[in-house]
């Protein structure tokens, strides 16, 4: 006890000699947005004795002087690829190199670059224990934001997507203390293992209790929890999302859901901490403070030093996310530095991007009018709200507001082949239209790749002639049609009835039109 006294001594005597250093930080960071890149977090943490050994951001610079490509993307169209980089040295991202590199065709992110110099990259994750692999890749449009006014792109982690380094250079290992935070959506969450950041085993594998020390965010409960219903964020410590000293359930650890979450996690020698707050303004809440988990396995830890983004350490990758930036030390920060580090992200500027409406980019949100005259002209593809199927039914800009939202879906790339596309539903987040014995319905995805391929349509001209198809991409006969007001995929001509040939070209074509909702 003596001891551990004299480490908090001097950790604090340490945290006020760093806060002259650090002042010129914060009131730079908080002075103004258009400020806002003339330092970065990693400077800070410098400045506080704990440097960044890896640092990944899509959105912008993480140094004040760092001038080298944020990520890279591949286009479908040609399979090449280019490095986004920065619009000035310390700035934010070019995302205009990445608007006019991907006209016309669909691109993934296939590196997230990073800063440190450490070479700390992350790129497409292999299998691991828990499922196969390589992972996919995220869409490099469908988390658009502005970051003090000026246009970028996050990554949006689904069902199925994760990105990893298992040969890292600098990270934590063992017992040895480390920091780490990030930026998340706090509206794109599930149930799923695990949407995690940090730091993981380097075989891919489960290798047993403390071997992870990474972020979570999400509602999972089957491992760990907090007050209310989520979405919490945790500590994946492997075998246990952890929130305080005890497993399971930890009434401090409060449910969160700013738009731009801050999510801190810093662990050494038998403590860790866990804290958070609006990556949009105000400070930092403390979560927990206090002794590793009173589990076996726990203390000392043994971390190994690979580095996950968007999935568990043995690659469980059921969860989704949105990732923006996030940094990892060497050493045990102190709060003065990571009170400093959100001053610095709350000036950056985050805001929400425009994702458009009406067409069929990933991000955009639509409806879907069926075309078949004289019956269904006025009619849209929605879920039932009384079970899970999915109908047609008559709405317009006058219909009750529950009805125009069911009727209105976001464009997602394909969870199966990303030349395609699928649907999720504006209300029910994570839930996608799929069918399943050739009926439609609204399911959550569970990152399983048959799920990913009932979901996935690719679409072609109208079979009418009229507006546009979506054929099945593992029934390359069937098409999505309506029949007596229910939704299938169905050949032109079959065995079951909505193979009917009646009517099929025009019940099988629809317009892409402006959302209801």
């Not at 890896?54 to 610079?61: C, E, K, L, M």
């Not at 409060?254 to 866990?274: C, D, E, H, I, Y």
């Not at 002639?465 to 032109?492: C, D, M, P, Q």
């Amino acid at each position: 006890m003596v001891k551990l006294s004299i480490r908090r001594l001097g950790r604090a005597l340490l945290a006020t000699g760093a806060t002259a250093a650090l002042a010129v930080g914060m009131l730079t960071a908080t002075a103004a947005t258009s400020q806002a890149a003339t330092q970065g977090p990693c400077d800070i943490y410098a400045a506080g004795g704990t440097p960044c050994v890896a640092a990944h951001s899509t959105t912008r610079a993480l140094y004040g002087t760092y001038n080298g490509p944020l990520y890279q993307v591949r286009r479908a169209s040609d399979s090449a690829t280019r490095d986004i980089g920065l619009l000035s040295a310390g700035g934010y991202a070019n995302a205009a190199a990445q608007d006019d590199f991907c006209a016309g065709t669909n691109c993934v992110i296939t590196v997230l670059y990073d800063q440190s110099g450490k070479g700390n990259h992350l790129t497409q994750a292999p299998a691991g224990g828990a499922a196969g692999g390589p992972d996919n890749l995220a869409n490099a449009f469908e988390a658009p934001v502005t970051v003090a006014g000026h246009k970028a792109y996050g990554v949006y982690v689904a069902p199925g997507t994760g990105y990893r380094n298992n040969h890292t250079n600098g990270i934590a290992t063992g017992d040895q203390p480390e920091g780490m935070y990030a930026i998340f959506d706090g509206t794109h969450f599930n149930g799923g293992c695990c949407f995690d950041y940090g730091n993981a085993e380097t075989n891919s594998l489960d290798t047993g209790n403390g071997h992870m020390e990474a972020l979570y965010f999400g509602n999972n409960k089957s491992w760990g929890s907090g007050s209310g219903n989520g979405p919490w964020v945790m500590a994946d410590l492997e075998n246990g999302l952890f929130s305080g000293v005890n497993r399971g359930f930890n009434a401090g650890d409060p449910s969160v859901s700013n738009r731009f979450l801050t999510a801190m996690l810093k662990g050494g020698p038998n403590q860790w901490a866990l804290r958070g707050g609006d990556a949009r303004s105000g400070g930092l809440s403390t979560f927990y403070n206090g002794v590793r988990p009173n589990a076996t396995g726990y203390n000392p830890m043994h971390k190994e030093g690979a580095i996950i983004l968007g999935i568990g350490g043995d690659n469980s990758k059921g969860a989704q996310g949105t990732f923006y930036e996030g940094v990892m030390t060497s050493g045990y920060p102190s709060d003065a530095t990571e009170n400093a580090v959100q001053a610095n992200i709350t000036a950056a500027g985050y805001n929400s991007g425009s994702t458009g409406t009406g067409t069929l980019t990933p991000g955009s949100r639509i409806s879907l009018r069926a075309t078949t005259a004289p019956c269904c002209t006025s009619h849209y593809l929605r879920h039932n709200d009384a079970d899970t199927k999915v109908v047609i039914s008559a709405a317009n800009d006058s219909s009750p507001a529950i009805d125009k939202a069911d009727a209105t879906w976001i464009v997602r790339t394909g969870l199966a082949d990303t030349s395609c596309v699928s649907f999720e539903s504006a209300n029910s987040p994570g839930q996608f239209l799929r069918h399943y014995n050739y009926q439609l319905y609204l399911n959550t995805d569970n990152g399983a790749s048959a799920f990913a391929q009932d979901a996935t349509f690719c679409p072609t001209a109208g079979n009418s002639g009229t507006g546009t198809s979506f054929r099945s991409v593992n029934f390359s006969t069937k098409y999505l049609r309506h029949y007596n007001y229910t939704a299938y995929i169905a050949s032109n001509g079959g065995s079951n009835p909505w193979d009917s040939t009646n009517s099929w070209a025009a019940d099988t074509s629809w317009l892409v039109t402006v959302p209801l909702g």
